[in-house]
């Protein structure tokens, strides 16, 4: 089998006031896979999200990210590879207009001139939001908030898109478009969310991730079919929503 | 969510005001202070030659005289205290309309008055025809410490965001039954900016992590990067 382009193995990390958030964590994503990363508030999501571009970290065991260890000396490529979209999009877009939000990447990269330009046009136009290059930041919708979101980081041409939460507070027509969006587009993809019936639409494969140890890793159909599994680690389907009257994707 | 467009000092235009670069419209901003500043109290002609000039570009660039009036009420604060002045200094004092009034104090307040309304006018002149960006711009071409450019830069990003907060903040206390109306509230509402205060420190890191993420390492270029 080819390298992984996400290899984690053994992870285990404590907060530095002695809160221990990951046991031991495995997890390995293949190119091209979309994965969902599922499991209750305080799993350790976010803090095995922050492990895989180096911004914690590992206390034993590593992360390697295609055959590269997360490690200091190799943090600026690492951080190429692995693009993170954080929740919030006004964390994420700083600066005053959208171009210059998606050039802040590659510009750090030492990209300049005629191809940085070429390419924060071309991720612009993956997320659709080409036409708002010169807005403000603040002045797009939420959902437009989120789309530019994905796009400073798919300039980066990264290996791996990891999304935290990225259907949250998105209306549903806005939850729509982010969904072509992001099954359109060819990369490899880890979702951080509790929004199962997304991650089932999205992702053929789940993760659950439950006080620190990955407990379930298999087909999507089969992780939110397995009702002792969900109950055990605080998952719970929406109301209306049944799997198996859908099928296997 | 119910953020107003644009920023509320500038006043969109195509002026040669508006057209000018904003390095030598912050020069000539800092220029003309200074050079206010420095007037003696008493040159009573110099201060009209001032506001004429103040006047024509004011004309030049467009911008509705009674938009940039409406926005001089900053200056309140100051004109309260030029106004107590001539009643509170000591020394000579003369008759007006039959008030006592010290002369020094009238002096004092009409060059604090005359100085601060100039001031106050022409850099509002510069708000209303430089957009926040390219004032950014500006410090930057003035060599100003990136660092400072970088906090103004974010200050200017995240006024509304924060703005925002303290607004649904308010609403919540509200429908909660709560308005401050005497100084026995203000403990309540103190404790509400606490808690703004670590809301944006938290989101202030935040900010840092995602830009970490996207490679920082500490230089950040305003706009012009092309």
Same mark, same amino acid.
């Given at each position: 089998m080819s390298t992984p382009v996400l290899d984690v193995q053994g992870l285990a990390f404590a907060y530095p006031d002695g809160h221990q958030a990951l046991y031991g964590v495995n997890l390995h994503v293949h190119r091209g896979e979309r994965v969902a990363l599922l499991g209750p508030n305080g799993a350790g999501k976010t803090t095995l999200v922050l492990h895989l571009n180096g911004i914690l970290d590992a206390g034993a065991g590593s992360v390697a990210v295609s055959g590269l260890p997360v490690t200091k000396d190799n943090l600026r490529e690492i951080r190429r590879r692995v693009g993170i979209v954080f929740q919030d999009p006004d964390d994420q877009l700083f600066m005053p207009t959208v171009r210059d939000d998606v050039a802040f990447g590659p510009a750090n990269l030492g990209i300049r001139g005629g191809e940085l330009e070429k390419r924060v046009m071309e991720a612009l136009d993956k997320v659709g939001m080409a036409d708002y290059a010169d807005r403000p930041p603040h002045h797009l919708s939420f959902g437009q908030r989120r789309r530019v979101a994905v796009a400073t980081v798919l300039v980066m041409e990264p290996e791996i898109l990891v999304l935290d939460?990225? +259907? +949250?507070?998105?209306d549903p027509a806005s939850r729509r478009e982010l969904a072509e969006i992001l099954t359109g587009l060819d990369v490899t993809l880890l979702m951080v969310t509790h929004d199962l019936p997304y991650a089932f639409e999205l992702c053929p494969r789940s993760v659950v991730l439950s006080d620190g140890v990955v407990v379930a890793d298999g087909p999507t159909y089969d992780v939110l079919t397995d009702d002792a599994l969900m109950a055990a680690h605080r998952l719970e389907l929406p109301f209306g929503f049944d799997p198996r009257a859908i099928g296997r994707r | 969510m119910g953020q107003g467009h644009g920023h509320k000092l500038h006043f969109h235009g195509h002026s040669p005001v508006h057209r000018a670069a904003p390095h030598h419209k912050l020069l000539a901003l800092l220029g003309f202070t200074l050079v206010v500043v420095a007037t003696p109290k008493d040159w009573f002609a110099a201060y009209g030659l001032y506001l004429l000039l103040l006047a024509a570009v004011v004309v030049v660039s467009t911008v509705p005289p009674t938009y940039l009036l409406k926005r001089l009420v900053v200056e309140v604060p100051f004109v309260v205290f030029a106004l107590l002045m001539p009643f509170i200094a000591t020394g000579p004092r003369v008759e007006v309309l039959g008030v006592s009034l010290s002369e020094h104090g009238l002096l004092a307040g009409w060059a604090l008055l005359a100085k601060g309304t100039l001031g106050v006018l022409a850099s509002l002149t510069l708000a209303a025809t430089t957009e926040p960006r390219d004032l950014l711009l500006g410090l930057e071409r003035l060599r100003l410490p990136q660092q400072l450019v970088q906090i103004m830069g974010f200050m200017i990003r995240y006024v509304d965001v924060v703005g925002d907060e303290m607004r649904r903040m308010r609403i919540a206390r509200e429908s909660r039954g709560f308005t401050a109306r005497n100084p026995k509230h203000w403990p309540v509402v103190a404790r509400s900016a606490g808690a703004l205060f670590i809301r944006s420190y938290e989101r202030g890191e935040r900010v840092h992590l995602a830009m970490v993420s996207r490679g920082y390492t500490g230089s950040l270029r305003q706009g012009s990067d092309r």
């Open positions: 939460e990225p +259907s +949250s507070n998105l | -």
